[in-house]
């Protein structure tokens, strides 16, 4: 029998960013207990006031819940609900302490003595001249976005979302929004064609219509771009379209058509077969082809220097005894303006790339040194002595132009150029730091090239490599230093596809293999050995020290679960708090950035630890190698727990000591590459704990197929 409930939610017990469906806590007056209601609802906040309409249902597993078939949020009426949202940080200035102040004041009247009559709020104490303005601005945002949030939410989207599209679009949201729905996915953080489709529906946008169907084919080349691809043959990108648009074939080669006249998609065969390239992509390939080509040719910028005499010379000057490999890779790259060094770990790449820096440096050349993340600049900077910084600060991002400040007409300033953990530079990246590249200048390319490629899209490194035209030195020869460590020695086993060796028990070593029965065997043996066993037997921290890398997001071993699992273990504080999209951060919380974020210079990936958390004015600080960044609680969706974070995301990054679950629910992702990526992010210690047919699975499995570019071939042509 269907039913309406009314009231404040409580707890978000968890929330999905893609789908919108929300499992609530909610107080329900009538009700001796909080009430659980499930539905969906694309953003809610604790504090905020629901209204649900549906039907109580026995769930076999939950108990007896209630299942909303229309969830919303909606104005609070009571003190109680009042107060819940003034505390919930919606309105900047007011935190639980001075919400209490206001509701004790003016009661159910609050709102309206804000809107109307903000003067009175010096009444009481505390709100001084600079708390009343910062309320009073925040309240009208409020309101303006209020009337835009009758209009979306009707439509799927919530609180957070529709403060972002106020920020964006102003007073004229609704009619920019009325007019081209579509146009959110592109400038909204957080909304995709999805919810963007849903919105254009209800407006009445034909099905078959060729401003929806426009928007469908880029959104499912996106999604292609999602996973690493930069280009999509006509069959699959015509198949995918199909499914997602419920349309016919003519249409869709009329939307195509559309979008190759207006150069949002360009066409092209790679080997015979018609593909697609979203724009950019095609552009970045091109630009990145014909810069290798530029940069290769013409004489080194220290002109001829002899080979014996420099190899010599370094091996006095450090007392290094460079190994056969080493000598003719330091041959290589004084006499090569494009060299690339490629080579798994304990192989001597550092060694090398010191060797020629100092002989280089030693012929005055100017050196800039560039890794993709900070973990990995600081890396770089820590075995050469010199100084490195991300791509991105190296390239000086410019917030005016939304661009970097260096480019092909103020490039950067050096003789040599060396880019180190290349694996994980995507196609976008690369074109930005070569075009920033002098013609004149040396570029040295470091990285292995067996890990997991860049999280956006390309093969770049692998591409170059494949190309066959420019110089490359493939190290593989294990120093002794290098062998005494089984990470690394397993390392280069799993690499050849064989499986990991594991140390006699009761032997301590840096690289155990837990065997476990199946997924929930493995998580009980996680949360353990990262809680309790690491850190009492090796001392490790288990929030700083210790990262847990697992292959996927979801399911019950993927970061999602993992994260509210060891957040509850290891900060379960009653301390300040704020839930948003679902997650709850505090103070103590290890976070992870999932985008670009050029103004406040944080990049997908960065990790840090949140260290303060205001209430009052909706702000939390978080640190990121000792750099503080601040977060208004509206942007909270580019965070999220790192306790455990993907392989992906762990790229260019080195751990203390790193636990790996791998489960056959991982089956679809179970590749060599993948394990051998997380081994290869433990310094002192790595711990896979896993089905022993899942770490078969894994060996065995040399990714074929890999990612659809054409740089490779472009490379080919350019420098022929």
């Known amino acids: 029998m269907s039913e309406t409930l009314s009231g404040v939610v409580e707890r978000v017990t968890f929330h999905s960013d893609e789908s919108g469906f929300s499992v609530l806590r909610v107080r329900v007056p009538g009700y001796a207990e909080a009430v659980t209601i499930t539905g969906l609802v694309a953003a809610v906040t604790p504090g905020e006031s629901i209204e649900a309409d549906g039907e109580w249902i026995n769930d076999r597993r939950y108990g007896m819940q209630f299942k909303a078939g229309d969830l919303s949020v909606v104005t609070p009426a009571t003190i109680d609900g009042i107060e819940r949202y003034l505390a919930s940080g919606m309105v900047r200035g007011i935190g639980p302490f001075f919400a209490r102040q206001l509701v004790n004041a003016f009661g159910t009247e609050v709102f309206s003595v804000i809107e109307n009559e903000p003067g009175r709020l010096r009444e009481l104490q505390g709100f001084g001249e600079k708390r009343v303005k910062m309320v009073t601005e925040s309240w009208d945002e409020q309101k303006a976005v209020r009337d835009i949030m009758v209009f979306l939410q009707s439509h799927g989207v919530g609180t957070a979302r529709a403060v972002r599209i106020y920020k964006t679009y102003g007073d004229r949201a609704i009619q920019l929004v009325t007019s081209n729905p579509y146009r959110l996915v592109l400038d909204i953080q957080g909304i995709g064609f999805r919810i963007a489709d849903t919105i254009a529906l209800k407006l009445g946008i034909a099905q ?3 401003l929806r169907v426009q928007a469908g084919v880029r959104h499912v080349l996106q999604d292609f771009a999602a996973d690493g691809h930069c280009a999509v043959r006509e069959p699959d990108l015509l198949k995918a379209s199909r499914e997602l648009l419920d349309v016919d074939e003519e249409t869709l080669g009329k939307a195509l058509k559309e979008e190759v006249i207006h150069g949002a998609i360009v066409q092209e065969e790679i080997e015979g077969v018609p593909c697609y390239f979203q724009a950019s992509f095609f552009r970045a390939e091109s630009s990145v082809a014909l810069r290798l080509a530029a940069i290769i040719s013409g004489p080194t910028p220290w002109g001829e220097l002899d080979a014996e005499e420099s190899v010599a010379w370094v091996e006095r000057r450090t007392g290094m005894q460079l190994s056969a490999s080493q000598v003719e890779a330091v041959k290589l790259a004084i006499s090569t303006k ?33 890794a993709p993340t900070g973990r990995a600049a600081k890396r770089l900077s820590e075995s050469t002595g010199l100084e490195a910084k991300t791509i991105h600060r190296l390239l000086e991002f410019d917030p005016k132009s939304f661009d970097f400040r260096h480019n092909r007409q103020n490039p950067i300033k050096a003789g040599l150029v060396v880019v180190d953990e290349a694996s994980m530079i995507d ?46 030195i493939t190290l593989t020869e294990i120093f002794r230093q290098a062998a005494a460590s089984e990470i690394i020695l397993n390392a280069h086993r799993i690499n050849r596809g064989e499986m990991p060796l594991n140390a006699e028990a009761g032997t301590e070593t840096d690289f155990y293999l837990v065997r476990a029965s199946g997924p929930e065997d493995i998580h009980a043996k996680l949360m353990q050995v990262v809680t309790e066993r690491i850190p009492k037997r090796f001392g490790f921290d288990p929030v700083k020290d210790i990262q847990v890398l697992t292959p996927m997001n979801r399911g019950g071993l993927g970061t999602q679960a993992l994260n509210n699992s060891l957040q509850q273990a290891l900060n379960s504080t009653e301390g300040p708090g704020v839930t948003r ?137 350019e420098c022929s």
């Open 208 to 210: 078959d219509s060729l």
């Open 338 to 370: 494009l060299l690339v060094i490629t080579g798994g770990p304990g192989v001597g790449k550092t060694t090398l790339l010191n060797a020629i820096l100092q002989i280089l440096r030693k012929e005055d050349i100017k050196v800039a040194l560039c």
């Open 427 to 472: 196609i976008s990246l690369m074109q930005k730091l070569l075009l920033a590249v002098p013609d004149d200048a040396a570029l040295l390319i470091v990285g292995d090239v067996d890990q997991l490629p860049s999280v956006g899209p390309g093969a770049v490194l692998g591409d170059i490599i494949a190309s066959g035209v420019v110089s490359v």
């Open 581 to 717: 999209y679902g997650t709850r951060f505090a103070v103590g919380d290890k976070v992870i950035q999932l985008s670009n974020n050029y103004d406040k210079e944080v990049f997908n990936g960065d990790i840090g630890m949140i260290t303060d958390l205001d209430e009052e004015q909706g702000i939390l600080e978080v640190e990121f190698a000792s750099v503080m960044v601040s977060y208004d609680f509206a942007e909270l969706d580019e965070l999220s727990l790192a306790y455990a974070t993907t392989i992906h995301k762990s790229q260019g990054s080195e751990y203390p000591a790193v636990v790996i679950p791998l489960s056959m629910q991982h089956y679809m992702l179970l590749q060599r590459n993948l394990l051998y990526t997380a081994v290869t992010r433990g310094r002192d210690l790595v711990m896979v704990i896993a089905e022993s047919r899942a770490v078969g699975t894994a060996v065995n499995n040399k990714a074929a197929g890999g990612r659809l570019t054409n740089l490779a071939e472009r490379i080919r042509r």
